[in-house]
């Protein structure tokens, strides 16, 4: 149950004097509710940590994936472990089997060493026939921001938190998340640098610039029935799969360097009905002109509103998503035997090689 | 001829420190040019006036009406005239016929001398069997601004402006009505007090309030052909209908007072191929937010990207709107004989009418 009483998605020992506006007044009140992750206030960082293995389908690369994959989630248990993780799957744009494992803490200290201990070696030491990546956003609390369309179930980060908030106000008008998000109430987050690239023979790091942008963006079908589960399936997945391929093919231009739409896999390595879209953007700007304005998320933003205002406080259909803004100096990104066209790679300009 | 650079949709002259932020960032570059007018810096103020009446179609009420509307029009050649006015016609909710004679004058002098000679009879001399209805804003340029998809033909107060912008920056966003209003640099601009009335037999003045919002929003396809005209008639137009619809009938609850979706006629009364949405909201907010997140009109952005995607810039629709947000000492409503649906009279909720 949630208190009826609105509150602000920025928590009481995160808000300061502002010197940036909310953009809707004091007494705006959106009209359906929405949540978000809260942290204990001791909570000072966390970090979202996503490991890839990419292939071409053989017997042999799926082979050596799955030891791989299994291998780091038996570490993921070892002392100072994710406090949560999942597992996702999609086929990329150049055709390779991709698997990522998105990992969760709230202590960076227990990063650090679960991370020298057991995370490091990943895209570091070679496995035949695959290529690995690390791409870790270790973000103060004040440079992220989460948004649940149902307070039960928290997905990504959230699930690290002490719990959910009630009803909150910043949402459901476009530039909510960066209103969400603390750092907006004294900083505009623009992007400043470039990303560089350093290569040590098939590993790649990739420096990044300031102010880039990840959101993860995912839906869970789970408890949909019937109607609405054709009503998801038929009327809007096929609506956000346009936008998530539009994005990973074009979204360059429009300052996404890459976007990946996955499907959440048991342990098992089966299909759940659970999916969620990550992408690294340029800014937090460039993704709100995207979604604001692109006829591709225009599309899925009416498809969406189409189906909620048709089922009401009735939909088993949840979404959620964390937006989150980093500095330069929190982001970590590390590509071994990797296609050029992965993650971060696409964010640095050919000249900018080094 | 429009120039390539940049502008800002705030002129030069009326640029000031701010204490508040334009929502987009400073190398933000819109998809697609559009256009805005400017006054001479010497224009201080303008004005724009409605006169209204409306009445139940008989031969003597269209007689009435057809009279009234003849005199005020004539009275628009006197000295001091409006430098510009059009005449429009729709069905009102109540199912009275409509007229309304929109004229803008950018010298509030002028205005009032043309006023309290020609103008101020309107509302206060009854007529038989029908209503009239004088709403009048005057306010400062810092208080409004336009938009024109085309540089090449100004329409409402436009059309009194010395020339059109090169392609400006604030458009294409959500928010950019508000970041080209000059006062948006230090000012909410959010509604405080509440309107009122003031009856004197028949006739009502509204008072309104700080902030009140009106938006013009028009869409002239006299140069749409073939395949374009049955797009906007077909596709558009029924959209944008049933979004005027819902304002006109369901907007109270937030905050649209009142919603007209005319046809524009040419002197001899006839309908011509322009037609605008005319409609008083408590604020720019409520503008905002029904605009950027109600179904109606999502849909009617979706319907228009749609078409203008399809067509590109060989679309040959225009679209232009201005919107005004005005002190309260910038207004006056006067209703004769109107029905209480009329107007700024729905601003005023029944228990504070005097």
Known sequence: MTDSTMESAIPPHLQCPRTRQRRVPDDYAPPYPSYVARHAPSVLRVVMAYFGVQYRPSEVTAKAAADALKEMTASFGATRGPGHWDRARWTDQAGFESVILAAYWDDVEAFDAWFSAHGASWSMVARDGIGT??????????RYETLFSNPDQPEGIAALAQGMSGMIMEHAYWGGARDRIPASQTDAM????????????NRVRVHGHDNLCLIRSGQDWSDTQREERTMYTDDVEPVLREGMEFLRDQGASLGCYTNRYVVIENAAGQPTTKSYGMSWWKSLSALERWSESHPTHVAIFGAAMKYLSKLGPEAKLKLYHEVTVTRADEQ????????DQTGML????PQSTA
């Open 133 to 142: 990546y690390t791409e870790v956003l270790r973000p103060h609390v004040e």
């Open 190 to 201: 623009a992007p400043t640098g470039a990303a560089s690239i350093v290569r040590d023979g």
């Open 332 to 339: 970590f990104f590390e590509y071994l035997n990797c296609h």
């Open 346 to 349: 696409r964010s640095v300009s």
